[in-house]
């Protein structure tokens, strides 16, 4: 859920920690109590349950502690109003229910629940952004109804059962972050039997588009080279050192980010060769942690209506709110990442850059398969793998007789 003007060649969740010169340690000592006043830092945050551990804080948690970037979602009016409409316009679900909020921030979603009638809500929030949430909560006069609890929510333990589970818990291509992961682990922990999730399911599309984008990155990519060079001869003419031995890992480097890594775009429909195909479901009152966690692999198959070139993928993400079976919302809500004419959500979309292009005719097919799993090195980024072919009656689907690999990071 980061925003997309973050330096690319550095995490934006590292960077935020770097760029505002607070040390991991320190936020971990604030938190834990154990700096400059333990007691007044405890009354004030009250920390009920674990903090991050100190990496998944750099990589992860950091940026969500920040009140910009929780102003920054919160503007995102396609996002929080459709959680609000969603609450809202299910008041009878939530009337003197028991709520949890799981990654509340702000505790925005906490104030819809109370508003909406919930007689108990428990805001659970990992980063120190809770002492805001608390402040917020209390200003606009709902402490009596919302708890504010601040640790993982692996972490934490509540003192009953919940009827309803609120979050707002999605990622770039839905699973970015693995945010989904706590979401489970408190439904299992405490959702009453027949309690409803919200959202309550979730899906993923992927659709053929044209962009102008595929060349410029290889034109980056050619531009960084050049670069290189000049570099290599300022490192003689200046200091008569060779750094030729080190060309090689340099273009390998610019290669992964500029031909192999996703890129966050606003995608306009006129852009979209065909319709999106939607290649994986989640039904979040069945899905278990551990199918999660496992590689997805699905295959599908995209039309190419409009004919090639097809100069790159496009990936997103819809979420629904439907309760559940025993407790269906009265009004079912859908919040939709697909490319929009009135602009994009904070999730935009993620592309996925061809190069070359796929050549089709009008009517092709692109049968397509796709794995994707979570990098080794950080479990809340992804590794996209495909393998595609063109199929129908063209020269272009007659020549495509072998499939063609695609490999792409979702950092």
Known sequence: ?????????????????????????TLRQKMS?????????????????KAPGETDYANYFCTYSFLYHQKEMLEDHKRTGAYYQ????????????????????????????????AKKVYAVE???????????????????????????IESIELPEKVDIIVSEWMGYFLLRESMLDSVLVSRDKFLKPGGAMYPSHANIYMAPIRTHMATQ????????????????QEMRDLYQVDMGCLTEPFRKEH????????????????????????????????LTLAELQAPMKE?????????GPVEAFTGYFDVLFNGSEENPADCDVKLSTAPDPTGATHWGQQVFYLQPPLECAPNDSIIASIEVTRK???????RVNMLVKVDGTSIFAQQSQQPRALRFNID
């Open 126 to 152: 990992a980063t120190s952004v809770a002492a805001d949430a608390r402040k917020l909560i209390a200003h606009n006069q709902l402490d009596n109804i919302i708890e504010v609890v601040q640790g993982t």
């Open 217 to 232: 990155k290889l034109h980056e990519l050619q531009n960084g080279m050049e670069g290189w060079s000049e570099f290599m």
């Open 299 to 307: 295959q599908f198959v995209m039309h190419v209506a409009d004919g």
């Open 376 to 382: 080794p090195e950080n479990h809340r980024l992804l």
């Open 33 to 49: 109590g154990t700096a400059n006043g333990p007691e007044k830092r405890m009354e004030a945050l009250k920390l009920e349950g």
């Open 255 to 286: 290669k992964e980010y500029y031909l192999h890594t996703s890129q966050w775009m606003n995608v306009h429909p006129q852009q979209l060769l065909g319709s999106p195909a939607c290649f994986k479901k989640y039904d979040l009152h069945k």
């Open 1 to 25: 859920m980061l925003r997309k003007g973050l330096l690319p060649s550095i995490p934006a969740t590292s960077f935020c920690c770097f760029r505002k010169r607070i040390s991991v340690p």
């Open 86 to 117: 969603a609450i809202m316009s299910n008041r009878r679900q939530f009337k003197d229910k028991v709520v949890l909020d799981v990654g509340a921030g702000s505790g925005i979603l906490s104030i819809f629940a109370a508003k909406a009638g």
